[in-house]
């Protein structure tokens, strides 16, 4: 399908590299043995379904998010940007012009096949499963919270890393280091934690909670731990306005929430294809996408 709104980008269509993947929301590229051309289109899946309408700029913001966030927590993990741009790597002028503002250079590394997620709050599929026995991901947790509830510190739940189409399984620690190694896990768990706990005191101050969020990471020829993916983004995380949060209902969140609740009320089997979505749904999505980056970003 091809956009009908000239700004959005729903394929990056890049013939002068080789795909090597098309995920979710990001287009892969091979740039040469070292490195890869990342390219985050307007793409949006709910459901574990790719929708065929776009989020006007929603790759450019997730993007420029992602950018702040490695910047910003670099001292804690180094991460997979380089010095290379864009027009580095690409000889098409109008396929550099299509994808400047949503692409980046990055290392090429042997990603982790978990994704580290930590939380803050009790919500989401943690809330699920604290209801029926007390734990999220095998962590026992205090009788008595409520959904939304901060918990007394934030957990870090892993997950398996699913292909596109299929679902996360949540997993417990022990088992993350079955996959992994218990030495590189205890070291995904504690930077994640970091990484977590930074970035929420931060975001606090800008008005925004971070209930909870996922990482990604690879490892450099040396072994070295490497952030990828993105970071921190709304597409990553579960954002909440701090000023009208209030525990025992679910907050709204700075994401593609409005699009879930509409998908709710249709007659759909949540199975590909998924439907068109209303140009006023779509604008609302992006209005929170870009809130989210004028609110972190700001000085």
């Not at 980008?9 to 098309?22: E, G, N, Q, V, W």
């Amino acid at each position: 399908m091809s956009n009908s709104n000239p700004n959005t980008l729903l394929h990056a269509d890049i013939t002068s590299l080789k795909c090597l993947h098309r995920g979710k929301v990001r287009d892969m590229y091979e740039v040469d043995a070292q490195h890869l051309l990342i390219v985050t289109t307007d793409r949006l899946s709910a459901f574990d379904v790719i929708l065929p309408t776009p989020v006007p700029a929603k790759g450019e913001i997730l993007n420029q998010l992602s950018d702040f966030w490695f910047e910003k927590m670099a001292h804690i993990v180094p991460n997979h940007t380089t010095n290379l741009s864009v027009d580095d790597v690409l000889s098409n002028q109008a396929e550099r012009d299509r994808v400047r503002s949503r692409a980046i250079v990055v290392q090429r590394l042997q990603p982790l096949p978990i994704e580290a997620i930590v939380r803050g709050y009790l919500i989401g599929s943690g809330w699920k499963e604290y209801q029926h026995n007390g734990k999220v991901c095998g962590i026992e947790l205090p009788q008595g919270l409520r959904l939304a509830d901060q918990l007394p510190q934030p957990i870090f739940t892993p997950s398996t890393k699913a292909d596109v189409g299929k679902h996360d399984e949540n997993i417990d620690f022990e088992r993350m280091c079955g996959i992994i190694g218990e030495d590189l896990a205890i070291q995904v768990r504690d930077v994640s934690l970091k990484l977590y706990q930074e970035a929420a005191q931060y975001a606090l101050k800008q008005g925004i909670i971070i209930a909870d969020t996922k990482f990604e990471f690879g490892l450099d020829k040396e072994g070295n731990l490497v952030q990828i993916d993105e970071s921190l983004t709304p597409d990553s995380s579960r954002f909440w306005d701090a000023a009208t949060y209030q525990p025992e209902i679910s907050p709204p969140s700075f994401d593609k929430q409005i699009i879930r609740d509409w998908l709710e009320t249709l007659d759909w089997d949540k199975q590909a294809p998924g439907p068109e979505i209303p140009e006023d749904i779509m604008q609302k999505t992006a209005a929170k996408y870009r809130e989210a980056l004028t609110r972190l970003t700001q000085a």
